[in-house]
């Protein structure tokens, strides 16, 4: 049992914690809780680490998980465990994770896709709902450019709920380029702008096609937005001029998703 919160162990999962240089240059990142930990693919799982509380009560549950993968558990004491947990209430297991790998087919998500792109989100919590939110919708792939927030970011990753396991991902230096390329591929691609002639739920999204979503503060970009084949707006009430980035992509998503059903029923 780790009992120093000096150990190099433990200043090591620190790091990790903070750092996106360490977490990029390991490509690793951490999970926390026990909902993270019975979803990650064993085939990404590098390291357990687990508090003495925890493991009294839970140690069945662990090895069952674990099964024959050869990776054991270091235990930590309680007051070792906190130091090197991201939240406020320590859930007492915390695991080191490979860094997932998507190429562009796995994006595009075969003969229909539907895609996110999304241009200098700031927010972790943003991210990680959308990541979320996107499985839930059935979207097939994401793409950001590389200022977006990291995808890695202890909250953004408790914000995915574990969809991050699932959700294919890319990060791309030019995204001006990558809309082109979807475009090029006959993937109809839709600003989410205030700018929009029409509203969202007159569109039809049952072909291939990609919704662009900006930063929170700024919105689209002005080359990344002209690169869009239409502008769609979300119609407000009242003096609200636009929706939180994630809210926003989450109606447009789920949109799509209807759209898509019904088809399927007809």
């Known amino acids: 049992m780790i009992t120093s919160t000096s150990n190099a162990r433990i200043k090591r999962l620190v790091n990790l914690k903070k750092k996106r240089k360490a977490r990029d240059e390991e490509k690793v990142f951490l999970v926390e809780g026990i909902r993270m930990f019975r979803e990650v693919p064993l085939r990404q799982l590098k390291e357990v680490y687990v508090s003495e509380s925890f493991y009294k009560k839970e140690r069945a549950v662990v090895d069952q998980v674990l099964g024959t993968s050869g990776i054991r558990p270091e235990e930590l004491s309680d007051t070792v465990y906190a130091y090197a947990s991201d939240t406020k209430t320590p859930q007492g297991i915390l695991c080191v994770v490979s860094q997932m790998e998507y190429t562009e087919e796995e994006v595009m998500g075969g003969t229909c896709p539907l895609i996110l792109v999304l241009d200098r989100l700031q927010d972790p919590g943003n991210l990680g709902t959308i ?123 789920f949109e799509a998703g209807r759209q898509r059903r019904d088809q399927e029923l007809l």
């Open 131 to 253: 990541l979320r939110t996107a499985e839930g919708a059935g979207v097939t792939g994401i793409i950001m450019d590389q200022e977006c927030v990291d995808v890695y970011n202890p909250k953004t990753i408790r914000s995915t709920m574990g969809s991050v396991y699932r959700m294919p991902f890319l990060h791309v230096k030019d995204l001006v380029k990558e809309i082109r390329n979807l475009k090029a591929r006959g993937i109809r691609t839709y600003a989410a702008h205030l700018e929009g002639a029409r509203d969202y739920d007159r569109e039809d999204y049952r072909t291939s096609c990609a919704f662009l979503i900006g930063n929170e503060g700024n919105g689209l970009r002005r080359e990344v937005a002209d690169e869009a084949d239409a502008y769609i707006k979300i119609p407000m009430c009242g003096q609200v001029e636009s929706l939180n980035a994630a809210i926003a992509a989450s109606i447009l998503m």
